[in-house]
Nanobody, 121 residues
């Protein structure tokens, strides 16, 4: 089970940190990803991290502004979002899959409930 939180309303240029807490004792076996979905748009990849956290991958649109990290002791994955833009407004979802991470949301098995991020101009 995944639970995402940390969303909210922020002005353009501001920062937010999303967290996603996982239950269970095998968190370190899962590749973790963050995805987002804006109204009327398809779900899109944001960032992903390998099981150990040693490897990460980002969508071009967020590269250099967002940072994904994980704490396998706390069973939590984070998404630090800086220099936010109005186009970052979306519901953000965390997801998990056993094994390697992918940017394709269809390869993920478990999803959090989503947390809304709104960036005002």
């Amino acid at each position: 089970q995944l639970q995402a939180f940390g969303g909210g309303l922020v002005q353009a240029g501001g920062s937010l940190r999303l967290s996603c807490a996982a239950s269970g004792r095998t968190f370190s076996s899962y590749g973790m990803g963050w995805f987002r979905q804006a109204p009327g748009k398809e779900r899109e990849f944001v960032a992903a991290t390998a099981r150990s956290g040693g490897s990460t991958y980002y969508a071009v649109s967020v590269r250099g502004r967002f940072t994904i990290s994980r704490d396998n002791v706390k069973n939590t994955v984070y998404l630090q979002m800086n220099s936010l833009k109005p186009e970052d407004t979306a519901v953000y979802y965390c997801a998990a899959r056993s094994g390697n991470y992918y940017s394709d949301y269809r390869k993920y098995d478990y999803w959090g409930q989503g947390t809304l991020v709104t960036v005002s101009s």
